[in-house]
């Protein structure tokens, strides 16, 4: 079946299998390889995208259900030569990385979190960031990422 979407501002469209997922149409049949694919059964986030604005695991969304909608994924967040989007930013600065592999859909989770709700504080950024996870940080960094892109005080 044809698909027609926007993703990062730019119109894709294009032929797919019924069954293909949205995170491989993103990866392989656009090329943006910053989603990544973590488990394939929506347990850790790292496939975490925007769809119309909400967070989603693309891992569970067809591409043709997708069909007609607005996708940011991590690469749709910053142009190459603008700023960092202030989480992206966040992130750096209260250095919520180690390996990387999460960041993108943590990223993302954390945009529409922080759209949702504004001003955070630790137990709300925790509960709203349950659904991915990091094997290398501990969360503490994460949370205070979140926080300080939240607009909420971050302590040490």
Do not use: W
Request: aromatic share 4%; hydrophobic share 35%; charged share 20%.
């Amino acid at each position: 079946m044809k698909v027609r979407m926007t993703i990062n501002d730019k119109v894709e469209e294009h032929e797919v299998e019924d069954r293909q997922l949205l995170v491989y149409f993103i990866r392989e049949t656009v090329g943006l390889t910053g989603t990544n694919i973590g488990c394939d059964t929506s347990s850790c986030g790292a496939c975490t995208v925007l769809l119309d604005g909400e967070s989603v695991k693309s891992c569970t969304v067809l591409a043709a259900q997708a069909d007609g909608s607005a996708i940011t994924t991590i690469e749709g967040l910053a142009s190459p030569d603008g700023p960092l989007h202030p989480v992206q930013q966040a992130f750096h600065e209260y250095h919520g990385l180690q390996c990387g592999y999460c960041t993108p859909g943590m990223v993302m989770a954390a945009v529409s979190l922080i759209a949702e709700h504004g001003p955070l504080t630790e137990t709300e950024v925790r509960q709203g960031l349950e659904g991915n996870l990091c094997r290398c940080t501990g969360y503490h960094n994460i949370v205070k990422a979140v926080m300080a892109a939240s607009g909420s005080e971050v302590t040490a």
